[in-house]
């Protein structure tokens, strides 16, 4: 994924977009966007940092994961399999990127609306479990329908460009290489998936 | 906007800045307690000769470091699971060096003592209880986001702190007459020794991180002047190392059996805080790292 920060205005229609596809609950959220006060009075930008996992190619997560539950599929999406996750926390602590989150006890019962699921909220919190760690799919079910992921095609700014990075001619092989795509925090080593252009 | 201007962001807000670690906590700290406990009481049985000890500090490693690990968990009936993976993680190699520990360290106190078996297994006992010792510090040391813990000095300080936590309460039990010791060590002598070389190893350990990266160096301001510094400076530096050093120091054995036990406890309540707080201060680099924008 490509992430054009030039064009991310702040909207936040991808982290809605998120919630409504993955239907998490309170709190938790698989994308953010950040927002970064920058400059000194009287020139002062605000700028806006769109945050998800990196499904880093060298994932820390992976490494750490003690049970396998936290794997790498062969085109590249990190995922968890809840049913093997034993809660350790491990990976939230390797996670460079702060990008997961552990389901606590009691969350999927509570709710947006404290102690009464909506309809949709108990149709969706069947794909969770509570006590495991969650995070950030790249919509696989939707990729492997052709589809892009549910904050690259809510994104009102076209600011989040979803594609393959092994072809190098697609279109966010050609944005990295045309407008200097940089890896977040690469001085961890993990080499992201996600860059980022401006 | 430079590094150290980032502020420090709790919770949920969408704000850039250094995060701290809250998933790692109290029943972490007292797994590693216990695991330090227990390992550096089994190692210094090895060399004094009480098979008792022994196995408490085995009964310790497993119901004290595995009872708290059990709790921690958030799916704990699935722990065996934990053991699926030592090929790549630390938490994995951990729960198989306990197992191995375990099984070898009541083999060793089931053969007769003496024997060629004896001893083989004695060196192997001591083997597995050093990997137990020093594998929590790799647990935490493999955690590239937290420049606090991801240096070399975290395991060498677990290692010292598990024989100052062993030698502690051998200390206050074979002065109270409960256990024979048919040792060469004199373990006041032992015991102020390991206090001065932990406290000089945590300094080192702190020293070295004034240099690092800004993450670091914010969980050090946290950990000296933030709102961890009066538990810091409390527990740690003035219970744990100043008041355990004075007492040993000035009176020691010599003081009686109460002098000794205070000893003790207050090595054991600097000997938990210093991982509780090594724990809560720390602290992830920005999300972007270097990438300025």
Same mark, same amino acid.
């Given at each position: 994924m490509v992430i054009d920060l030039k064009r991310c205005v702040g909207c936040n229609a991808c982290t809605v977009a998120c919630k409504?596809?993955?239907?998490? *609950?309170?709190?938790?959220?698989?994308?953010?966007?950040?927002?970064?006060?920058?400059?000194? /009075?009287?020139?002062?930008?605000?700028? /806006?940092? #769109?945050?998800?996992?990196?499904? +880093? !190619?060298?994932? #820390? +997560?992976?490494?750490? +994961? *003690?049970?396998?539950?936290?794997?790498?599929?062969?085109?590249?999406?990190?995922?968890?399999? /809840?049913?093997k996750c034993i809660g350790c926390?491990? +990976?939230?602590?390797?996670? #460079?990127?702060?990008?997961?989150? !552990?389901? *606590?006890?009691?969350?999927?019962?509570?709710?947006?609306?404290?102690?009464?699921?909506? #309809?949709?909220?108990?149709?969706?919190?069947?794909?969770?479990?509570?006590?495991?760690?969650?995070?950030c799919t790249f919509c696989y079910e939707r990729v492997e329908q052709g589809l892009e992921p549910a904050c690259v095609n809510a994104c009102p700014a076209e600011a989040r460009v979803f594609g393959d990075l092994h072809d190098p001619e697609s279109k966010v092989s050609r944005l990295i290489r045309q407008r200097g795509g940089r890896q977040p925090m690469s001085e961890a080593n993990t080499d992201p998936s996600v860059y980022y252009i401006e | 906007m430079t590094f150290q201007s980032m502020p420090m962001v709790e919770g949920n807000e969408f704000v850039m800045g250094f995060r701290k670690q809250n998933v790692w906590t109290q029943w972490i700290a007292l797994a590693f307690f216990f695991g330090k406990i227990g390992s550096g009481m089994f190692i210094l049985s090895l060399f004094l000769g009480t098979p008792l000890i022994a196995l408490a500090g085995i009964i310790i490693e497993n119901i004290g470091k595995g009872g708290a690990l059990m709790i921690h968990l958030g799916r704990p009936e699935r722990f065996w699971r934990a053991m699926t993976r030592p090929s790549t993680s630390w938490i994995a190699r951990t729960v198989w060096a306990m197992g191995i520990f375990t099984v070898i360290g009541i083999i060793y106190l089931l053969v007769p003592a003496g024997s060629a078996a004896w001893e083989f297994f004695r060196v192997l006992a001591l083997i597995s209880a050093v990997v137990v010792a020093v594998t929590d510090g790799f647990v935490m040391n493999d955690s590239p986001a937290i420049p606090l813990w991801n240096t070399p000095m975290v395991p060498f300080l677990f290692l010292l702190y598990s024989l100052l936590g062993g030698t502690s309460v051998f200390f206050f039990l074979a002065h109270g007459g409960w256990i024979g010791v048919n040792?060469?060590?004199?373990?006041?002598?032992?015991?102020?020794?390991?206090?001065?070389?932990?406290?000089?190893?945590?300094?080192?350990?702190? !020293?070295?991180?004034?240099?690092?990266?800004?993450a670091a160096r914010e969980s050090l301001w946290l950990l000296i002047k933030g709102p961890y510094a009066k538990m810091f400076f409390g527990f740690v530096v003035v219970i744990g190392f100043l008041f355990t050093l004075f007492l040993s120091l000035f009176i020691g054995a010599s003081g009686g059996t109460a002098v000794v036990g205070l000893i003790t406890l207050a090595d054991l309540i600097g000997h938990f805080f210093i991982f509780y707080l090594l724990l809560q201060v720390g602290v992830y680099s920005p999300v972007l790292g270097k990438l300025t924008i």
């Open positions: 409504s596809e993955n239907g998490t *609950p309170p709190d938790i959220f698989f994308t953010r966007v950040f927002e970064q006060v920058a400059g000194q /009075y009287p020139i002062v930008k605000k700028k /806006y940092i #769109p945050v998800l996992c990196n499904h +880093c !190619l060298d994932a #820390p +997560c992976v490494r750490v +994961c *003690p049970t396998g539950a936290t794997h790498k599929r062969e085109d590249g999406i990190v995922l968890v399999d /809840y049913n926390k491990a +990976c939230v602590v390797a996670c #460079p990127y702060n990008n997961r989150t !552990l389901m *606590p006890k009691g969350k999927l019962k509570e709710g947006h609306f404290k102690g009464h699921l909506t #309809p949709y909220e108990q149709v969706k919190y069947k794909g969770f479990q509570e006590g495991v760690v969650v995070k | 040792s060469l060590l004199n373990l006041e002598t032992l015991e102020t020794t390991l206090i001065l070389i932990n406290l000089i190893g945590v300094a080192i350990y702190l !020293l070295s991180v004034v240099n690092a990266t800004a």
